[in-house]
Nanobody
Framework: QVQLVESGGGLVQPGGSLRLTCAAS????????VGWFRQAPGNEREFVAV????????LYGESAKGRFTISQDNAKNMIHLEINNLKPADTAVYLC?????????????????WGQGIKVTVSS
């Protein structure tokens, strides 16, 4: 089984940048991809990005294209999400999720393990 812990969130100013980290761990764990989702207050959870463990293939949600970059360090089992030119609309709880099935996916139901989430607040 996989345990996921997010870090790097907090309060940032509009126009700034932020780097979130998802640390994956566990005894005998295995996963094929890790994705990022976000959920703003009163809104449904939204797919942000995903990266495959082998090969580093990436997919981005429409709202994330351009300002968001997902990357990984497989030796450390860490996955990062960089957000540039932050906007107030980026304010949300950001969650990472691991998928054990084959391929990358944007649907919540295709992910097997979830972190508890971390808050990102963009305000001046």
């Amino acid at each position: 089984q996989v345990q996921l812990v997010e870090s790097g969130g907090g309060l940032v100013q509009p126009g700034g940048s932020l780097r979130l980290t998802c640390a994956a761990s566990g005894s005998g764990f295995v996963y094929n991809a890790v994705g990022w989702f976000r959920q703003a207050p009163g809104n449904e959870r939204e797919f942000v990005a995903v990266i495959s463990y082998s090969g580093g293939r990436t997919l981005y949600g429409e709202s994330a294209k351009g300002r968001f970059t997902i990357s990984q360090d497989n030796a450390k089992n860490m996955i990062h999400l960089e957000i540039n030119n932050l906007k107030p609309a980026d304010t949300a709880v950001y969650l990472c999720a691991a998928r054990t099935g084959l391929g990358v996916a944007s649907q919540e139901g295709l992910y097997d393990y979830w972190g508890q989430g971390i808050k990102v607040t963009v305000s001046s």
